[in-house]
């Protein structure tokens, strides 16, 4: 209690230079806390992604496509349940800020997606228009859409005017899953682009393989891709995770960047918060040396300091964490569609707990050291 | 010319008593110190021979640099001669370790300072019970204690008081309430009132003679102050680190 008593005045001796590196800190953590979360939100695709889904795709690049006809021959490959197709869409809605992932899927899709939830009738009225579409929960609630709207899209890799009729909306089953996307009939597609396009007609970006078992995800992939080998269209199917870090992958520098200036920050602060408490301690030598003159030994001196370090860092490091959360809100408002999801996760909350205990750490070790060296008799003569 | 260097035994009583004297509480012999500045070394203390009754009220007068507040700090522990003897209550102080010395310092020695060095951030009654943390007492005890004694120095209506919030006299007070709070045997005091007026020095001295005649407590203190050594039963002058002449009562 003493300890205690000792540590909180002495912290709120110079209210000012407190104050602002408890504010400094408070900053710091909180930077910290949202760069993690920029880098988490990369990476939610492929942490998402479920173990029993493969993705197969042409081997030379996702921009070409796959004969449709690949379909039941993927079918037929061992371990394999169920195959759906996907196209990226690519359309704008309204005006190009305004983005969010369409895909034009087969009807089957949501089976290989447990997690999105879309309740019986709307199945079957998205089943049968054949210019249905369904909405994920997190984009109807961004731009208000409705069952029965209809959802015009500028078409930017398929030209031209495209209208669809939601149909349905669809929820994830927990607020991790990203909804904040549209599907509508791959069929809807193809028939358009057999009017419009012929060429590029029957042409799927990517199938989704659903296996059996997980741990024939290796042996599934090589089957499929063996059975097109040497074919004018070869496929490289991978786990739906590998798929989405791939993704990743093609960003991985900014992501270090973003990881890297996250730890400078903290750096930064530990620098700050350092000089605070060398300050701290040097104005106060000559009352440490009173303190031993009374019989208090070095390590209460130590412990002293190390307390008030690590109190400081603990209010900063607080206010920091309390903040971050709701500062995410707002980071993913103002980022609009770029980060769907956005949410701070327990590793970074422990992670901003660990930094700022570190930095209470070692920003208290050489002040503590020396306080705790220094001689009674040139400590009663220190300069307050 | 450098004043003769004197081997001194103190017997420093004014009143000689009248029973067999007991063994001196300091007992200082052939002591020596000095320190080191860059790659010179600078004698502070040399040759120093000196015992202390239990009871004595002594003042070191010297000039700046003389080693007064030196053999002060080694008579208190919180510094180590380079050589001789140094036994207080019996036991030879320059054996103990760091650890040991603040133990000892804590049970037997009672401090005051010239800039009083209380704690800013502690009140009156918290700077008093800063060394009673170290003892065992309860809460209550303490509290016990620590009232008594600021009643004694005149500030019980000060317990709550921060050391800002008291004039200088007052904060030697509280200096001197912590200083006897443990009930020690010694108390060595730097220059007590040497950041005081004329009149709250008086006050300080007169307290520490009460200290002295009424509790019994063994006093050194320095002091460059010929009238503040007055208020002593005892004067030794020091030159140069040596003590010069003999001890003289402080009437004389």
């Given amino acids: 209690m003493f300890l205690l008593t000792l540590v909180c005045r002495n912290a709120f001796r110079h209210r000012l230079r407190t104050l602002l590196t408890v504010s400094g800190l408070a900053i710091a953590v909180l930077a910290y806390g949202l760069l993690q979360t920029v880098v988490d939100a990369w990476y939610a695709g492929a942490a998402a992604a479920s173990s029993t889904r493969l993705v197969t795709r042409s081997s030379i690049s996702l921009t070409f496509f796959l004969p449709v006809s690949y379909e039941n021959r993927i079918r037929s490959v061992e371990g394999v349940k169920h195959v759906a197709r996907s196209n990226w869409f690519g359309g704008i809605y309204q005006e190009p800020k305004n983005f969010f992932p369409q895909f034009a899927v087969s009807d089957n899709y949501l089976n290989l997606y447990p997690e999105f939830i879309l309740p019986e009738d709307q199945r079957i009225a998205y089943v049968r228009d054949r210019k249905g579409c369904l909405v994920g929960r997190q984009l109807a609630d961004q731009f208000g859409f409705k069952v029965g709207d209809v959802l015009p899209l500028r078409g930017a890799v398929y030209p031209g005017r495209w209208e669809f009729v939601i149909r349905g909306i669809f929820d994830g089953s927990d607020s991790t899953k990203f909804t904040k996307q549209m599907l509508f009939h791959w069929d809807y597609l193809n028939e358009t682009l057999r009017r419009t396009t012929p060429r590029r007609a029957d042409g799927v970006g990517i199938f989704v393989v659903g296996i059996d078992n997980p741990d024939n995800a290796a042996a599934a992939s090589v089957n499929i891709d063996q059975v097109f080998r040497n074919s004018l269209a070869e496929t490289l199917t991978e786990t739906e995770q590998a798929f989405q870090l791939g993704f990743v992958a093609m960003s991985d520098q900014i992501i270090a960047a973003i990881q890297i200036v996250s730890y400078v920050v903290i750096l930064i602060i530990m620098a700050v918060m350092a000089n605070t408490m060398a300050m701290s301690a040097r104005e106060r030598t000559a009352e440490y040396a009173t303190l031993k003159t009374l019989g208090f030994g070095p390590a209460f001196i130590a412990l002293l300091i190390f307390a008030e370090s690590m109190f400081i860092c603990a209010l900063g490091g607080g206010v920091g964490m309390l903040l971050t959360s709701p500062a995410a809100a707002g980071f993913k408002q103002a980022a609009g569609g770029i980060f769907p999801i956005f949410a701070v996760s327990r590793e970074t909350i422990t992670m901003q707990l660990a930094c700022a205990a570190a930095v209470g750490i070692a920003a208290a070790v050489v002040p503590a050291i020396r306080a705790a060296r220094v001689r009674i008799v040139d400590g009663l003569r220190a300069i307050t | ?252």
Avoid at chain 2, 17 to 38: D, Q, W
Wanted: net charge negative.
């Fill in chain 2, 1 to 252: 010319m450098s004043a003769p260097r004197v081997e001194t035994r103190v017997e420093p009583r004014v009143e000689p008593r009248a029973e067999p004297r007991a063994e001196p509480l300091v007992e200082i012999h052939n002591l020596a110190k000095s320190y080191v500045r860059g790659e010179q070394i600078v004698p502070v203390l040399s040759d120093i021979t000196l015992d202390i009754q239990e009871g004595d009220f002594t003042a070191l007068m010297g000039p700046s640099g003389s080693g007064k507040t030196t053999l002060l700090n080694l008579v208190a522990g919180i510094d180590k001669p380079d050589c001789g003897t140094l036994r207080v209550g019996g036991l030879d102080i320059t054996t103990l370790t760091e650890s040991q010395l603040a133990d000892w310092r804590a049970s037997n020695v009672g401090f005051i300072f010239q800039f009083y060095n209380l704690m800013p951030v502690l009140t009156a009654y918290e700077n008093v019970e800063l060394p009673l943390m170290l003892t065992g007492l309860g809460r209550s005890e303490r509290r016990e204690r620590v009232e008594m004694t600021l009643s004694v120095v005149g500030l019980a209506d000060r317990m709550k008081h921060y050391p800002n919030e008291l004039s200088g006299g007052q904060q030697q007070r509280v200096a001197i309430a912590r200083a006897v709070i443990t009930d020690p045997r010694l108390i060595v005091a730097d220059e007590p009132t040497g950041d005081l007026d004329r009149s709250s020095a008086a006050d300080i001295l007169a307290m520490m003679q009460r200290l002295n005649t009424e509790l019994g407590k063994t006093i050194i203190m320095v002091t460059h102050d010929g009238q503040s050594a007055r208020a002593a039963k005892a004067i030794i002058h020091l030159e140069k680190g040596e003590i010069i002449g003999n001890v003289e009562p402080a009437s004389a």
